[in-house]
């Protein structure tokens, strides 16, 4: 039985959901699909939409919204927020050893194979200093609940994690669609979020830059399934949203196109893969970036962010070395536990996963997204077996957990209110030190029993409420 | 007509910005709904008929209070009898769209506006604005009846821009800026901006932290920026100018213009935001008064 946030087993409502629920049953049955339907209008309205890769349509959809909000306290937000700031700088510290002395290789506390034969590791960043040793500007961090304390880390995204537009446009529909129950608790603001990552993108700025840094958006353009964000995160800090072929490198510096004249970039937030960032360095079939980036890049002529080559530290096989990184560099506990995880390459871990494959969940090292992954207790046979077969060819690609129980949330469904499994990507902003604000976007497994999230494989979301502390 | 029109956009930008701010406030939620009712003037009313300040009440009297002249019920009825006497001179699709507006303002009650939502009614309240800028922009021709109705559009704004500095204003401008910005003033210039729809055009044209002067900046001096007071003044002079370049009200807002146009924020601001727009409030409705006597009394 998955631990359920509102409810306790006995049928009442937790602490911070008391209020919550108090309202709930005060209005009519009716409300909450109405709502629904007025949030849906709304959403397609204001155009928040996300391509679905593979749909031959190629049609835009709806994330589906559900209007049941998913309230955290604040007691339980420190611990997560303390959870994933430490676990982000403990992280940083790792790139920037990696790139440059590479003691924790020295002390073996990571092995040499996990970092040099894995694909995201990027030679050409060895030795490079990059401003304000920040490499993780942005970090969306993966987190799942089983019991009333208990969260773990599931995965950490260090590349250019999304979903923060929905974080934010999820408050505002809550907002508009129920004003009173704002009246009725105190739920922390989470509208600073691109303020904040502004005034950390200019912090950032390359040393060479002098007077006002001039920060970008670089989007692969409105095909990509996240361009929504990419235009509303532009919009709402008031910069450039450009493309690959809006920029351009001369004199060693990075220039954008713009009427009046090139313009010097100096950080650039990208959400171009480093695969396709300069076709000169990376994929030479690259359009979407930009000929000679990189080589400004190593001058200190200009930011990126993320940095590249932080791909290596968000792997799945590297995650089981994350707890290590945080007694090696900070000389803490973790706050945030791993879930215990299998690694295929070991002969005992492997023997052990291929005898319990159905009851386990496997991913690839690498894999996003939701997908490329194996939940066993809901596959059929034929699924089971195609993927021991994938196994046996290539162990090291892949990594097993045990199937955890996710913590449920009531969720608005066609037979009406009933717990689906939720996780949490907290955002932590890393500049001079690591932040986040309180909240995040709750993906929710729509299908009963289902406890994949992701949107791209049919999740929801719900806004977060972090309550702040009663004051009086 | 176009006065009321713009009134009962302002009143609806108003609204929202109180109610964003006491939905994501601390403390007295209730105090954030004051200013709604010392911007539209009509706070003694307020007392006499509701009270105690509520959140329901203000909305109740700032939307939906036939009797309250400065509620958005009552601009648009004003707006479409203004209509209706110039039916004749305006296009037809103007004064559609303009009594369809009203129409639909009278169906309103509580049960109604709680079914829509404050922040639905107020975006639908704005989007008649917009229509109704929208008709005359893409029907009329340049000519008095246009002139005139820029004339209102902008001498409201103007008003309403300035109404809305005067909150927290006391003191800004006077003395060294303080370093630090306290969160809930941070809070309250964020919604300012917001409620002009100046929040992206801040980001853009100053990349930096918000302070109330920087915010005076963009609203009062910036004539690039559609609401501030050098850009309603900007077009206020430019119809006067071509309705009677001779008139003694033309000479004045003439003058009321270039003291934002070639004047400079600290010493308009020697006294302070608040008192600057005091003054200013009282030039404005005294151009109001000498725009009606030079034009409709004669």
New interface residues.
Partial sequence: MAFDEMKTSDGKARAPYKVYENWLLSMSPDLLPAKHEQADALFRKLGITFAVYGDQEGTERLIPFDPIPRIIDAGEWKKLSDGCCQRVRALNAFLKDLYHDQEILKAEVIPRSQVFNNGMYRPEMQGLDVARDVYIHIAGIDLVRTGENDFYVLEDNLRSPSGVSYMLENRTMMLRLFPDLFHRHRVAGVEQYPDKLLKNLRSVAPAACDGDPTVVLLTPGYYNSAYFEHAFLAEQMGIELVEGRDLFVSEGLVWMRTTRGPKRVDVIYRRIDDDFLDPLAFNPDSTLGVPGLLSVYRAGGVTLANAIGTGVADDKATYTYVPDMIRFYLGEEPILNNVPTWRLERDSDRKYVLEHLAELVVKEVQGSGGYGMLVGPTSTREQVEEFRTRIIANPSNYIAQPTLALSTVPTLVDQGIAPRHVDLRPYVLMGETATLVPGGLTRVALREGSLVVNSSQGGGTKDTWVLEDARC | MSRYIERAENIARFLDVA??M???A?GD?DAYWQPVLSITGGEDAYTERCGKLS?VAVVGFAVLDSANSASIYASLRAARENAHAVRSVIPHELWESVNATWLEARGLDGARLRDI????FCDWVRERSHLFRGITYGTMMRDEPLHFIHLGTHLERADNTARLLEVRGEGVGVGPAPTEVDPTDQLHWAAVLRSVSAF??????Y?DDLTPLRVADMLIMRADMPRSLHACLENVVNALEKVGPNAECTRVAGGLHAQLHWGRLDQLLNKGLDKFVEEFLVDINALGARIHDDFLMA
């Fill in positions: 109610n964003r006491a939905m994501s601390e939620r959140a939502g404050l922040m639905g992206k055009a801040f980001r853009t044209y990349r």
